[in-house]
T-cell receptor, first 112, second 116 residues
Framework: KQEVTQIPAALSVPEGENLVLNCSFT??????LQWFRQDPGKGLTSLLL?????REQTSGRLNASLDKSSGRSTLYIAASQPGDSATYLC???????????FGTGTLLAVQP | GAVVSQHPSWVICKSGTSVKIECRSL??????MFWYRQFPKQSLMLMAT?????????EQGVEKDKFLINHASLTLSTLTVTSAHPEDSSFYIC????????????FGDGTRLSIL
């Protein structure tokens, strides 16, 4: 059974810092891995999708890496801003229907 | 990019009422749609998976007669919470995906359901 874990559960940094969020999964047989952002009371915004054949994906100040063999992914946020404050979730498809299995989330607060 | 619209965004109603939530894919065909439930400060919990034109597959512990799902077209799925009670109050989120398993899921903005 696939399990997805995120560390840390919460993180507070001053504006301008670079930071790394971690995601680990127990079953390396995945199609892809997705990173999402969720603002309070809102739905999910997809940030990056990494296919299993890829090592990393970049979008603006965000860079996500994937190491399938070790069951790990990282989300790197450069030059953090207060607007980056949100909960960040990683997810991998699993099961017969490839439903998304979500990590526990990291609550990020960027202090101005 | 792909857009999923969920309606309503917020509903408050009396106990015993049935509530319907709509999930629409606006610019792509959603072969598969997913319905999630989220309690405060917790991650998303999948309730059911629906494929266009067929019956939904419910996760263990989710009452299919309580949470009715219809996916009649490639752009619309509905979740009806029947005879809702206060314990059904939660944040419900839908997502939609195309016809390949390695495609990303695109999420709606969620529906806050409050049962008095």
């Amino acid at each position: 059974k696939q399990e997805v874990t995120q560390i840390p559960a919460a993180l507070s940094v001053p504006e301008g810092e670079n930071l790394v969020l971690n995601c680990s999964f127990t079953d390396s047989a995945i199609y892809n891995l997705q990173w999402f952002r969720q603002d309070p009371g809102k739905g999910l915004t997809s940030l990056l999708l990494i296919q299993s054949s890829q090592r990393e994906q970049t979008s603006g100040r965000l860079n996500a890496s994937l190491d399938k063999s070790s069951g790990r992914s990282t989300l790197y946020i450069a030059a953090s801003q207060p607007g980056d404050s949100a909960t960040y979730l990683c997810a991998v498809p699993g099961g017969a229907t490839n439903k998304l299995i979500f990590g526990t989330g990291t609550l990020l607060a960027v202090q101005p | 990019g792909a857009v999923v619209s969920q309606h309503p965004s917020w509903v408050i109603c009396k106990s015993g009422t049935s509530v319907k939530i709509e999930c629409r894919s606006l610019d792509f065909q959603a072969t598969t749609m997913f319905w999630y439930r989220q309690f405060p400060k917790q991650s998303l919990m999948l309730m059911a998976t629906s494929n266009e034109g067929s019956k939904a597959t419910y996760e263990q512990g989710v009452e299919k007669d309580k949470f009715l799902i219809n996916h009649a077209s490639l752009t619309l799925s509905t979740l009806t919470v029947t005879s809702a009670h206060p314990e059904d109050s939660s944040f419900y989120i839908c997502s939609a995906r195309g016809d390949r398993h390695n495609q990303p899921q695109h999420f709606g903005d969620g529906t806050r359901l409050s049962i008095l």
